[in-house]
């Protein structure tokens, strides 16, 4: 639900005027139970799923930059450090504030605890329909050609099987991006380590 709202919330600033009034439904229109259509086909949504938040975010700006900056030369760059220190916040901020992508899309992992799951929990983010292919060539195919961000959040109990799921997305998708938050490392080659 979280997610949805978001989305509602990004796409009513996309297209100008007060975000509250474009994110109420109108009082003709039938609520919606089903959340945001499912995308079938086509090119990959111009999509921000970022999570929201209450408090303002301030007071680390310095941070903020060195994330930006190892975002715009690495391809995979992982905020690791101990817990409750704010790296999914950071994490999340910085990804609002990068550009330059067709889509940024916030994946939590922390009740996924099989790496071969990564790609369903990512496609289920992209509202994408499930099929019989396997969920990686969906993907795959689905953000081919696209500048793509994926926040990958509490990858730590996934380090270990799942760096090689992050690995093979890396190479089968040029154009992609992950920004990993956990408290291990994944100790993959061109992996660049922040260490918060």
């Known amino acids: 639900e979280r997610t949805r709202l978001s989305a509602l919330y ?3 600033l996309a297209r100008g005027g007060s975000a509250a009034d474009k994110a109420r439904p109108h009082e003709t229109s039938p609520p ?3 959340g945001l259509p499912a995308i079938t086909a086509g090119p990959a949504p111009q999509l921000r799923s970022l999570p929201s938040y209450v408090s303002v975010f301030f007071g ?9 900056d190892a975002l715009a030369q690495y391809r995979l760059v992982t905020l690791a450090g101990l817990g409750g220190f704010g790296k999914t916040r950071l994490a999340v901020e910085s990804a609002r504030a990068a550009t ?8 939590p992992l ?7 799951l990564i790609a369903n929990c990512i496609r289920g983010v992209l509202r994408m329909e499930a099929s019989q292919e396997d969920a990686l060539a969906q993907l795959c195919t689905f953000l081919d050609e696209h500048d ?3 926040v990958l959040d509490n990858f730590e109990q996934l380090a270990d099987d799942g760096a090689a799921v992050v690995l093979e997305l890396l190479e089968r998708l040029p154009r992609l991006r992950c ?8 100790n993959v080659p061109g992996e660049h380590v922040l260490a918060i």
Do not use: M, N, Q, Y
């Open 60 to 68: 680390r700006e310095s941070e903020k930059r060195c994330v930006l």
């Open 179 to 186: 920004l990993v938050t956990s408290r291990r490392l994944l």
């Open 10 to 12: 990004e796409r009513a």
């Open 32 to 34: 919606r139970s089903e």
């Open 100 to 107: 330059g992508f067709d889509s940024v899309a916030f994946i």
């Open 148 to 150: 793509v961000l994926l």
């Open 110 to 116: 922390s009740e996924c605890s099989d790496a071969g």
